[in-house]
């Protein structure tokens, strides 16, 4: 099966945890799905699919398999795109296939904090600079949200947009910014490949919210079921030193209401303006 009326193969695109250092597990961890995709009659390409933007990607009526944010999916991807799984990356969270970011600072200027409303007071300082990966973000922007109890924005000059959560820790070491919100499976990525993890602190965690979905194009919806057992069976079928560079543990269900979450407060009580 190939989109119908479109001769190309599908795709598949899986770059929010896709680094250097774990490109080739990425590699192989598709090539045992798709595997699995063929036995069902599924065709699709041999590699993943690598955009400077990730977003043309997941627009693409060509995508079977695509791994984007939660806070794309419900701003920009709903109406394109319908999530079927999320991957459990073994979290310590309540239920599996949950995330949630740590609130990380240079140890050598670390605040004791309980949760992120202890952070508040910091944040909002005339003088922090606050490193943000991405305003599309739910992990590295809207969680910040958590920091306060009603609205709050802080001014373009105090918010440093790095492009990443990997671009916000070595910024933080560098002391270019003060504190900033990761993503936990960016975070356990970072303290393995990063030098800069090394000089941070975690001083605080958010909620747990739902881990980022794995979504297919709606037009090729019809065969979401046959999508979801060949991920799982290729996530299972994976070499052990796969998942285990991945930090992936399993697949579990996901639907467009589990990130009906996403969209209430503190989520975005924070913005930047």
Same mark, same amino acid.
């Given at each position: 099966?190939?989109?119908?009326?479109?001769?190309?193969?599908?795709?598949?695109?899986?770059?929010?945890?896709? +680094?250097?250092?774990?490109?080739?597990?990425?590699?192989?961890?598709?090539?045992? %799905?798709?595997?699995?995709?063929?036995?069902?009659?599924?065709?699709?390409?041999?590699?993943?699919?690598?955009?400077?933007?990730?977003?043309?990607?997941?627009?693409?009526?060509?995508?079977?398999?695509?791994?984007?944010?939660? +806070?794309?999916?419900?701003?920009?991807?709903?109406?394109?795109?319908?999530?079927?799984?999320?991957?459990?990356?073994?979290?310590?969270?309540?239920?599996?296939?949950?995330?949630?970011?740590?609130?990380?600072?240079?140890?050598?200027?670390?605040?004791?904090?309980?949760?992120?409303?202890?952070?508040?007071?910091?944040?909002?300082? $005339?003088?922090?600079?606050?490193?943000?990966?991405?305003?599309?973000?739910?992990?590295?922007?809207?969680?910040?949200?958590?920091?306060?109890?009603?609205?709050?924005?802080?001014?373009?000059?105090?918010?440093? %947009?790095?492009?990443?959560?990997?671009?916000?820790?070595?910024? %933080?070491?560098?002391?270019?910014?003060?504190?900033?919100?990761?993503?936990?499976?960016? +975070?356990?990525?970072?303290?393995?490949?990063?030098?800069?993890?090394?000089?941070?602190?975690?001083?605080?965690?958010?909620?747990?919210? $739902?881990?980022?979905?794995? %979504?297919?194009?709606?037009?090729?919806?019809?065969?979401?079921?046959?999508?979801?057992?060949?991920?799982?069976?290729?996530?299972?079928?994976?070499?052990?030193?796969?998942?285990?560079?991945?930090?992936?543990?399993?697949?579990?269900?996901?639907?467009?209401?589990?990130?009906?979450?996403?969209?209430?407060?503190?989520?975005?009580?924070?913005?930047?303006?």
């Amino acid at each position: 099966m190939a989109a119908e009326g479109n001769p190309r193969l599908l795709h598949a695109a899986l770059p929010m945890y896709d +680094w250097p250092e774990t490109a080739c597990a990425w590699d192989a961890l598709w090539a045992a %799905i798709r595997a699995e995709l063929a036995r069902a009659g599924i065709d699709a390409a041999r590699e993943l699919r690598r955009d400077d933007d990730p977003h043309a990607g997941w627009l693409s009526p060509d995508l079977v398999v695509g791994h984007t944010c939660g +806070w794309p999916y419900l701003w920009m991807l709903r109406d394109q795109v319908t999530p079927f799984a999320r991957f459990d990356f073994d979290i310590a969270t309540a239920r599996a296939g949950d995330y949630h970011s740590v609130f990380v600072m240079r140890a050598d200027r670390a605040l004791t904090a309980a949760g992120p409303r202890d952070l508040a007071a910091l944040v909002a300082r $005339p003088e922090t600079i606050v490193a943000i990966n991405s305003t599309l973000s739910q992990s590295g922007y809207r969680a910040l949200g958590e920091c306060f109890t009603s609205a709050f924005t802080i001014p373009h000059a105090r918010a440093l %947009i790095t492009g990443s959560h990997r671009e916000s820790v070595r910024a %933080i070491a560098e002391g270019r910014a003060d504190i900033a919100a990761v993503d936990a499976v960016s +975070w356990r990525l970072a303290r393995g490949y990063d030098a800069a993890a090394a000089q941070l602190t975690v001083v605080t965690r958010s909620a747990d919210a $739902p881990g980022l979905p794995l %979504i297919i194009a709606n037009g090729l919806a019809r065969h979401r079921e046959a999508v979801w057992r060949a991920v799982v069976e290729g996530v299972a079928r994976a070499p052990r030193e796969v998942r285990s560079n991945l930090g992936l543990r399993g697949v579990v269900p996901a639907s467009d209401a589990d990130y009906a979450v996403l969209l209430a407060p503190p989520y975005g009580n924070l913005q930047v303006g």
